[in-house]
């Protein structure tokens, strides 16, 4: 048996319920690539998700990580990434998704600490 590369898919966008394009497309592309890789799937979420997306992506994913929500930690943390959120969106004219998973929730620093050690062939980030 010939091993297979190893993918991760890194995304804030979770494929259940696949009830959007965005979310439907995260499912698509990784029973796409479970034919070819090893697929691991990183997101962010709490800790009911987790089980809840283990179980769900268990037939197209060979691991799932999903980091805790550090806008979502308390009320302070809500409103301060929210107020944040919206003064980044009318600085840069992004949208204030943008200021939560790039600058807080998927940061480099954060990707390159839960995923230490491990190595992949690809990845694909998903937004």
Not at 14 to 27: C, E, I, K, M, Y
Not at 65 to 76: A, E, H, K, N, R
Not at 92 to 104: A, D, M, P, Q, R
């Amino acid at each position: 048996m010939i091993d297979k590369k190893k993918i991760i898919f890194i995304s804030h966008v979770h494929p259940f319920p696949a009830n959007s394009g965005q979310s439907q497309r995260v499912l698509y592309s990784l029973r796409a690539a479970k034919e070819f890789f090893s697929v691991t799937f990183l997101t962010v979420g709490n800790e009911k998700i987790k089980s809840e997306l283990e179980s769900k992506l268990k037939p197209f994913c060979d691991e799932v990580i999903v980091l805790p929500y550090l806008t979502q930690s308390s009320q302070l943390s809500r409103y301060f990434h929210k107020l944040n959120g919206r003064i980044y969106s009318l600085l840069t004219g992004l949208k204030e998704s943008n200021y939560i998973f790039g600058k807080v929730e998927l940061t480099e620093q954060r990707l390159e600490q839960a995923l230490k050690g491990r190595k992949f062939d690809v990845a694909l980030f998903e937004y």
